[in-house]
């Protein structure tokens, strides 16, 4: 049994390696699974997690094979989270929000989280989003509120699969090219696991990278080493697009080579920079 969660791992990772204050938003529910959770917290990240009295945590079991993987999921106290359970002082104190796992919290998918995320773009914050996968299949949201919320983003970091079923294209790199016509002002940047990352922003703007080849032991939580990493660089750092995939690709080479997903291990600077 290991933490994971896609919004977890990425702050995980932001505060252990990137060495950035991080304050991570969530719900629990009232259970075991839940004492699990708060035993594994890590003294580098500030959480803020609202428990629901009887909904479960939300659990997953992740059967993981050589060339593929699969997912046995229970949503349920995410499946609660809505807009009331945000601490909305501390978006308003952030210099950047990133969201993970939106299909996996319907009722973040409302109004009122649109109009404070346009709240907090008029006060200079930065904004940027992993969706994960729709289980549904239709990938865009309560009353499509994922078209509404892809303007307001800075930075938009899919996977391949989860960019191709929201633009409805056969490939990553149409469904690149209908992403940056759609967001002009959107970075996007698109996961394609063993081929490595592809980018772009508006018409001009164009990006790829390649992996970084390492014996893998398991490749969960891969994705969100490379969101991390990603923004450590870019945001934190300041650095270029091309540094910030960079530095993404060695982090995702550091878990697909490690054991258990990003959430349980500490990997410093210095551990990414040898893959690189």
């Not at 993981?64 to 106290?77: C, E, I, K």
């Not at 109009?115 to 299949?137: H, P």
């Amino acid at each position: 049994m290991a933490l994971g969660g896609s919004a977890l791992a990425v702050a995980h990772v932001l505060a252990t390696t990137g060495g950035c204050h991080v304050d991570f938003c969530s719900m629990v529910g009232d259970d075991q699974m839940a004492k699990v959770f708060e035993s594994c917290r890590h003294p580098a990240v500030t959480y803020n997690v609202a428990k629901h009295p009887t909904a479960p945590t939300a659990t997953c079991v992740v059967l993981a094979g050589p060339a593929d993987r699969s997912f046995l999921s229970v949503n349920g106290a995410m499946e609660a989270f809505s807009f009331a359970h945000l601490p909305q002082e501390k978006f308003l104190a952030a210099d950047h929000i990133h969201f993970s796992g939106y299909f996996q919290c319907p009722k973040l998918q409302t109004d009122k989280l649109l109009d404070f995320l346009k709240k907090l773009k008029k006060e200079g914050k930065t904004i940027s989003l992993d969706t994960q996968s729709d289980a549904t299949g239709s990938y865009e949201g309560e009353n499509q509120n994922l078209s509404q919320l892809l303007p307001l983003l800075d930075i938009f970091l899919p996977s391949e699969i989860e960019a191709t079923n929201i633009t409805k294209k056969a490939t990553k790199e149409e469904s690149l090219e209908i992403l940056c016509e759609k967001y002009p002002e959107t970075l996007i940047i698109v996961k394609c696991g063993e081929e490595g990352s592809i980018g772009g922003k508006g018409k001009t703007e164009r990006y790829k990278k390649d992996v970084i080849k390492v014996e893998v032991a398991d490749t969960v939580g891969a994705g969100d080493a490379y969101v991390a990493g990603f923004l450590i660089k870019y945001l934190a750092e300041k650095k270029s697009v091309e540094e910030a995939m960079q530095y993404a690709t060695a982090l995702g080479a550091k878990a697909v080579s490690s054991f258990g997903g990003p959430a349980n291990h500490v990997w410093s600077p210095d551990d990414i920079s040898k893959l690189f």
